[in-house]
């Protein structure tokens, strides 16, 4: 059984913030991981991005949002920074901030 935790009340908040159809859809990722597994996610939806962290790719109608995670352990996954996205690219601002978030989480 997978776990997904959020890393405290700033991300908390950053979800909050989302607009109600991209959280809504982040709920529901959370949840597939939750009951099927971080491995049975579709492809597009997750990505790689550097050394431990990797990002859930979110689409709603009201446009796109992203949710920086690490995995802790073999069936933990923690949300360690949530935006949404306005560049093409994640940008480096955001990378900067889910690294210092993630740096002590083992």
């Excluded at 859809?25 to 597994?37: M, N, P, Q």
């Excluded at 491995?39 to 597009?44: A, E, I, T, V, Y």
């Excluded at 550097?50 to 069936?75: D, F, H």
Aim: hydrophobic content about 45%; charged content about 35%; cysteine-free.
């Amino acid at each position: 059984m997978w776990t997904v935790k959020i890393l405290d009340d700033a991300v908390e908040a950053e979800i909050r913030a989302l607009p109600e159809d991209l959280r809504a859809r982040l709920g529901r990722a959370i949840d597939l991981i939750e009951t099927e597994g971080l491995d049975r996610l579709p492809r597009d939806l997750v990505r790689h991005l550097e050394g431990k962290l990797w990002e859930l790719r979110i689409q709603a109608r009201s446009g796109i949002s992203r949710a920086i995670y690490v995995t802790a352990n073999r069936k933990l996954v923690i949300v360690v920074r949530v935006f949404v996205k306005k560049t093409q690219k994640t940008p480096t601002k955001e990378l900067a901030i889910a690294r210092r978030r993630a740096k002590d989480i083992e």
